[in-house]
Protein backbone atom coordinates (compact mmCIF):
# COMPACT_ATOMS: atom_id res chain seq x y z
CA UNK A 1 0.00 0.00 0.00
CA UNK A 2 2.79 2.40 0.83
CA UNK A 3 5.66 1.53 -1.27
CA UNK A 4 6.99 0.85 -4.61
CA UNK A 5 10.35 -1.13 -5.95
CA UNK A 6 12.23 2.14 -5.13
CA UNK A 7 11.07 3.27 -1.75
CA UNK A 8 7.82 5.09 -0.15
CA UNK A 9 5.22 6.41 -2.59
CA UNK A 10 5.28 10.06 -2.22
CA UNK A 11 1.87 10.65 -1.81
CA UNK A 12 1.88 8.18 1.29
CA UNK A 13 4.76 9.58 3.46
CA UNK A 14 2.96 11.42 5.57
CA UNK A 15 0.55 8.47 6.78
CA UNK A 16 3.42 6.08 7.36
CA UNK A 17 5.41 8.65 9.17
CA UNK A 18 2.30 8.61 11.63
CA UNK A 19 1.56 5.10 11.64
CA UNK A 20 5.69 4.60 12.53
CA UNK A 21 5.54 7.44 15.29
CA UNK A 22 2.46 6.09 16.76
CA UNK A 23 3.72 2.19 16.59
CA UNK A 24 6.94 3.41 18.16
CA UNK A 25 5.34 5.21 20.89
CA UNK A 26 3.28 2.38 21.84
CA UNK A 27 6.13 -0.14 21.65
CA UNK A 28 8.34 1.38 23.83
CA UNK A 29 5.75 2.11 26.52
CA UNK A 30 4.64 -1.30 26.38
CA UNK A 31 8.17 -2.53 26.50
CA UNK A 32 8.53 -0.73 29.48
CA UNK A 33 5.28 -0.97 31.59
CA UNK A 34 3.57 -4.18 30.37
CA UNK A 35 1.02 -4.07 32.54
CA UNK A 36 -0.72 -1.17 30.76
CA UNK A 37 -4.47 -1.60 30.43
CA UNK A 38 -6.31 -1.28 27.23
CA UNK A 39 -8.33 1.68 26.48
CA UNK A 40 -12.36 1.33 26.99
CA UNK A 41 -13.39 3.25 23.66
CA UNK A 42 -17.47 4.56 24.07
CA UNK A 43 -18.66 6.50 20.96
CA UNK A 44 -21.80 8.59 21.04
CA UNK A 45 -23.81 9.20 18.54
CA UNK A 46 -26.22 12.15 19.01
CA UNK A 47 -28.73 13.77 16.65
CA UNK A 48 -27.67 17.06 14.59
CA UNK A 49 -30.06 19.54 15.31
CA UNK A 50 -32.84 20.94 12.95
CA UNK A 51 -30.49 24.37 13.10
CA UNK A 52 -27.25 22.14 12.61
CA UNK A 53 -28.87 20.31 9.17
CA UNK A 54 -29.94 23.74 7.74
CA UNK A 55 -26.14 25.16 8.25
CA UNK A 56 -24.67 22.10 7.41
CA UNK A 57 -26.27 21.60 4.26
CA UNK A 58 -26.10 25.40 3.45
CA UNK A 59 -21.96 25.10 3.45
CA UNK A 60 -22.16 21.99 1.59
CA UNK A 61 -23.96 23.50 -1.38
CA UNK A 62 -23.20 27.37 -1.36
CA UNK A 63 -19.84 27.95 0.67
CA UNK A 64 -21.68 29.96 2.84
CA UNK A 65 -24.31 30.84 5.48
CA UNK A 66 -27.21 32.78 4.89
CA UNK A 67 -28.01 35.68 6.58
CA UNK A 68 -24.25 35.92 7.94
CA UNK A 69 -21.07 36.79 7.38
CA UNK A 70 -19.79 32.97 7.37
CA UNK A 71 -18.50 32.88 3.61
CA UNK A 72 -16.21 29.98 3.24
CA UNK A 73 -12.64 29.92 0.40
CA UNK A 74 -11.35 26.72 0.31
CA UNK A 75 -11.77 22.98 1.39
CA UNK A 76 -10.10 23.08 4.12
CA UNK A 77 -12.03 26.43 5.39
CA UNK A 78 -15.63 25.32 4.51
CA UNK A 79 -14.16 21.55 6.28
CA UNK A 80 -13.09 23.69 9.66
CA UNK A 81 -16.87 25.90 9.70
CA UNK A 82 -18.35 22.14 8.78
CA UNK A 83 -16.75 20.65 11.97
CA UNK A 84 -17.54 24.03 14.69
CA UNK A 85 -20.19 23.48 13.53
CA UNK A 86 -21.34 20.12 14.20
CA UNK A 87 -19.37 20.83 17.75
CA UNK A 88 -21.29 24.11 18.85
CA UNK A 89 -22.92 26.67 16.29
CA UNK A 90 -22.13 29.43 18.64
CA UNK A 91 -18.82 29.54 17.44
CA UNK A 92 -19.50 30.34 14.58
CA UNK A 93 -21.94 33.54 16.36
CA UNK A 94 -25.30 30.98 15.20
CA UNK A 95 -28.32 30.49 16.70
CA UNK A 96 -28.84 26.84 17.80
CA UNK A 97 -28.09 24.30 20.41
CA UNK A 98 -25.03 22.32 20.74
CA UNK A 99 -26.17 18.51 21.81
CA UNK A 100 -22.18 17.67 22.26
CA UNK A 101 -22.06 20.23 25.03
CA UNK A 102 -25.73 19.10 26.15
CA UNK A 103 -24.40 15.34 26.56
CA UNK A 104 -21.29 16.64 28.53
CA UNK A 105 -23.29 18.84 31.19
CA UNK A 106 -25.51 16.01 31.98
CA UNK A 107 -22.79 13.83 32.23
CA UNK A 108 -21.01 15.82 34.68
CA UNK A 109 -24.42 16.13 36.84
CA UNK A 110 -24.66 12.06 36.38
CA UNK A 111 -21.45 11.28 37.72
CA UNK A 112 -20.33 13.70 39.83
CA UNK A 113 -17.50 12.02 41.33
CA UNK A 114 -15.91 11.02 38.45
CA UNK A 115 -12.44 13.04 37.90
CA UNK A 116 -12.61 14.08 34.18
CA UNK A 117 -10.53 14.86 31.44
CA UNK A 118 -12.62 16.71 28.16
CA UNK A 119 -10.47 17.48 24.82
CA UNK A 120 -10.99 19.16 22.55
CA UNK A 121 -9.19 21.01 18.45
CA UNK A 122 -10.62 24.31 19.79
CA UNK A 123 -9.84 26.45 22.55
CA UNK A 124 -12.51 28.47 21.61
CA UNK A 125 -14.93 25.54 22.93
CA UNK A 126 -12.96 25.21 25.37
CA UNK A 127 -13.37 28.35 26.87
CA UNK A 128 -17.08 28.46 26.03
CA UNK A 129 -17.01 25.25 28.14
CA UNK A 130 -15.17 26.78 30.97
CA UNK A 131 -17.64 29.35 31.41
CA UNK A 132 -20.40 26.39 31.58
CA UNK A 133 -18.33 24.62 34.21
CA UNK A 134 -16.85 27.25 36.27
CA UNK A 135 -15.55 24.48 38.79
CA UNK A 136 -13.32 23.35 36.08
CA UNK A 137 -10.11 24.30 35.08
CA UNK A 138 -8.68 24.54 31.40
CA UNK A 139 -5.50 23.94 29.90
CA UNK A 140 -4.84 25.80 26.74
CA UNK A 141 -2.01 27.08 24.31
CA UNK A 142 -1.52 29.85 26.38
CA UNK A 143 -1.72 28.84 30.11
CA UNK A 144 1.64 29.51 31.80
CA UNK A 145 3.47 26.31 32.49
CA UNK A 146 3.61 26.81 36.27
CA UNK A 147 -0.43 26.99 36.05
CA UNK A 148 -0.01 24.03 34.13
CA UNK A 149 1.70 22.18 36.89
CA UNK A 150 -0.73 23.43 39.65
CA UNK A 151 -4.06 22.58 37.87
CA UNK A 152 -2.18 18.88 37.19
CA UNK A 153 -1.29 18.94 41.36
CA UNK A 154 -4.66 19.87 42.05
CA UNK A 155 -6.19 17.38 39.66
CA UNK A 156 -4.20 14.50 40.97
CA UNK A 157 -5.13 15.10 44.63
CA UNK A 158 -8.90 15.36 43.79
CA UNK A 159 -9.14 18.71 44.57
CA UNK A 160 -10.47 19.63 40.83
CA UNK A 161 -12.60 17.20 39.42
CA UNK A 162 -12.70 18.41 35.71
CA UNK A 163 -9.70 19.60 33.31
CA UNK A 164 -10.57 20.97 30.06
CA UNK A 165 -7.41 20.67 27.44
CA UNK A 166 -6.82 21.51 24.03
CA UNK A 167 -5.62 18.51 22.46
CA UNK A 168 -1.98 20.40 21.33
CA UNK A 169 -1.54 21.36 24.48
CA UNK A 170 -2.20 18.35 26.36
CA UNK A 171 -0.95 15.71 24.19
CA UNK A 172 2.37 14.90 26.36
CA UNK A 173 3.78 16.04 29.37
CA UNK A 174 0.88 15.59 31.66
CA UNK A 175 0.46 12.79 34.35
CA UNK A 176 -3.67 13.00 35.12
CA UNK A 177 -3.78 9.11 35.36
CA UNK A 178 -6.68 10.30 38.25
CA UNK A 179 -9.48 10.43 35.81
CA UNK A 180 -11.55 7.39 34.84
CA UNK A 181 -12.90 8.86 31.85
CA UNK A 182 -11.63 11.22 29.22
CA UNK A 183 -14.25 13.02 26.65
CA UNK A 184 -13.83 13.47 23.09
CA UNK A 185 -15.70 16.79 22.17
CA UNK A 186 -14.18 16.25 18.71
CA UNK A 187 -10.87 14.83 16.90
CA UNK A 188 -8.68 15.47 13.90
CA UNK A 189 -5.01 14.21 12.47
CA UNK A 190 -2.61 13.37 12.82
CA UNK A 191 -3.23 10.64 15.28
CA UNK A 192 -0.11 10.28 16.78
CA UNK A 193 -1.21 13.72 18.63
CA UNK A 194 -4.70 11.82 19.46
CA UNK A 195 -2.89 8.74 21.01
CA UNK A 196 -0.67 11.18 22.95
CA UNK A 197 -3.74 13.14 24.38
CA UNK A 198 -5.76 9.02 25.28
CA UNK A 199 -2.59 8.42 27.28
CA UNK A 200 -2.56 11.37 29.60
CA UNK A 201 -4.83 9.27 31.97
CA UNK A 202 -4.02 6.20 31.09
CA UNK A 203 -2.33 4.36 34.38
CA UNK A 204 0.97 4.94 35.67
CA UNK A 205 1.81 2.54 38.31
CA UNK A 206 0.53 -1.29 38.04
CA UNK A 207 -1.34 -0.68 41.41
CA UNK A 208 -3.91 1.25 39.96
CA UNK A 209 -3.89 -0.37 36.45
CA UNK A 210 -7.35 -1.62 36.90
CA UNK A 211 -9.42 1.45 37.27
CA UNK A 212 -11.59 2.54 34.68
CA UNK A 213 -10.09 3.78 31.27
CA UNK A 214 -13.12 5.24 29.56
CA UNK A 215 -12.78 7.10 26.61
CA UNK A 216 -15.68 9.00 25.34
CA UNK A 217 -15.84 9.94 21.66
CA UNK A 218 -18.81 12.48 20.57
CA UNK A 219 -19.87 12.58 17.28
CA UNK A 220 -22.54 13.91 15.10
CA UNK A 221 -24.27 10.87 13.24
CA UNK A 222 -24.61 10.91 9.89
CA UNK A 223 -22.68 13.56 9.05
CA UNK A 224 -18.72 14.10 8.45
CA UNK A 225 -17.81 14.45 12.27
CA UNK A 226 -18.64 10.94 12.22
CA UNK A 227 -17.19 9.45 9.07
CA UNK A 228 -13.58 11.51 10.73
CA UNK A 229 -13.54 9.05 13.21
CA UNK A 230 -13.95 6.20 11.10
CA UNK A 231 -10.94 7.67 8.88
CA UNK A 232 -8.93 7.95 12.25
CA UNK A 233 -9.11 4.61 12.86
CA UNK A 234 -7.99 3.39 9.32
CA UNK A 235 -4.60 5.80 10.27
CA UNK A 236 -5.68 8.52 7.94
CA UNK A 237 -4.05 11.71 7.61
CA UNK A 238 -4.85 15.44 7.64
CA UNK A 239 -4.13 15.68 3.94
CA UNK A 240 -6.23 12.34 3.34
CA UNK A 241 -9.36 13.26 5.39
CA UNK A 242 -9.49 16.81 3.60
CA UNK A 243 -9.13 15.16 0.21
CA UNK A 244 -12.05 12.59 1.29
CA UNK A 245 -14.44 15.86 2.55
CA UNK A 246 -13.87 17.35 -0.65
CA UNK A 247 -15.44 13.59 -2.18
CA UNK A 248 -17.60 13.88 0.63
CA UNK A 249 -19.68 17.03 -0.57
CA UNK A 250 -19.61 16.18 -4.50
CA UNK A 251 -20.86 13.29 -4.01
CA UNK A 252 -22.47 13.28 -1.54
CA UNK A 253 -20.94 9.97 0.19
CA UNK A 254 -23.49 8.69 3.20
CA UNK A 255 -21.23 8.31 6.46
CA UNK A 256 -20.61 4.07 6.26
CA UNK A 257 -19.61 4.76 2.62
CA UNK A 258 -15.89 5.86 3.25
CA UNK A 259 -14.19 6.64 0.31
CA UNK A 260 -10.63 7.04 -0.41
Not at 116 to 131: A, E, P, V
Not at 132 to 146: D, F, H, N, S, V
Not at 166 to 176: C, D, R, S
Not at 208 to 236: C, G, P, T
Amino acid sequence: EFSTPTGIKEECKEKFASILAEFSTVRKRKDVMPWLPEKDYCPIRLQLTPKQKNYLQQLETWFEIEGTDIVTTGILDRLIRYRQICLAPELLGLKGGSPKTDYILQYIQDYPDESIIIFSSFTQYIKILQKKIPTARMIIGETPIPKRAEYCKAFQEGKIKILLINIQAGKEALTLDKATTTIFTDKFPPIGDITQAEDRFVATRPDIADKEHKIVELMMANSYDEMIYDLLAKRYSETDVINNYKNYIMKGVDVNGITS
